[in-house]
């Protein structure tokens, strides 16, 4: 069973709103319900083996959502990235944090901090975290476009591989499964490169509720699949 572990995850937390309002709490309490589930799913990951994360936490549409919920997650990340416990626990378990996203999109004391975290775990190498904020999957293809035609990379330079070196992913393996909870059975413009060829597994629980019990559903799941590239060949 080890070695069917997934190496990389991509995790799409969804729900915590729905959550919420089945419940009769406000919708920021469903977020912060989904935050500290967080916490928990990463301990699982790191116990468990696998060596990447990679989460949605805000995508580039969720900036249309009312300005009151935008700052209040936009809080959750500054305090989970800033919390002396929490910067001591990525230090402990040898956690590398990387932000990919639109940075210059946040204010600039959450661009502080992700600066701040960025640097303080550059050097770690047992486990890496990719945290989505105000990312878009095609907004990443579309930058690396552009950042390929400012550098004139020659025509025949230019294949999957280069393209892939300057996605916001860079330098990372592509994912081998991609876990979404909520019920919801779509990719909602996330990581589109990366994920071509992952294994997808849909967890009908809204996120709050998610368990290691279910990650372990999800690893069943993945550890039964025989992974194909291009068709059922």
Not at 104 to 129: A, G, M, P
Not at 171 to 178: F, I, K, N, R, W
Request: charged share 30%; net charge positive; proline share 3%.
């Amino acid at each position: 069973m080890k070695n069917k572990i997934p190496n990389h995850i991509v995790l799409f937390p969804d729900g915590n709103r729905r959550w919420a309002k089945q419940k009769g709490l406000p919708s920021l309490k469903g977020h912060l319900k989904g935050h500290e589930k967080f916490k928990d799913f990463l301990t699982w990951c790191q116990e468990k083996g696998v060596k990447i994360v990679t989460v949605f936490g805000f995508s580039t549409e969720n900036w249309k959502r009312s300005k009151k919920e935008v700052n209040y997650l936009m809080s959750l990340f500054k305090k989970g990235l800033s919390e002396k416990k929490e910067i001591e626990k990525f230090q402990k378990a040898g956690v590398k944090v990387k932000i990919i996203g639109q940075k210059k999109r946040l204010s600039k004391s959450l661009q502080k901090v992700i600066s701040n975290i960025e640097e303080l775990t550059k050097n770690n190498k047992k486990f890496y975290l990719n945290l989505a904020v105000s990312y878009g999957g095609r907004w990443d293809i579309v930058q690396a476009i552009k950042r390929i035609i400012k550098e004139k990379v020659p025509v025949k330079k230019i294949n999957e591989d280069l393209v892939g070196s300057f996605l916001s992913t860079a330098g990372l393996s592509a994912p081998d499964l991609v876990i979404r909870a909520g019920g919801e059975k779509r990719l909602s413009n996330f990581v589109l490169w990366q994920s071509a060829y992952s294994e997808l597994y849909f967890c009908p629980k809204l996120w709050p509720d998610f368990s290691e019990k279910d990650l372990d559903k999800a690893f069943q799941d993945y550890a039964k699949r025989q992974r194909r590239y291009g068709g059922d060949a």
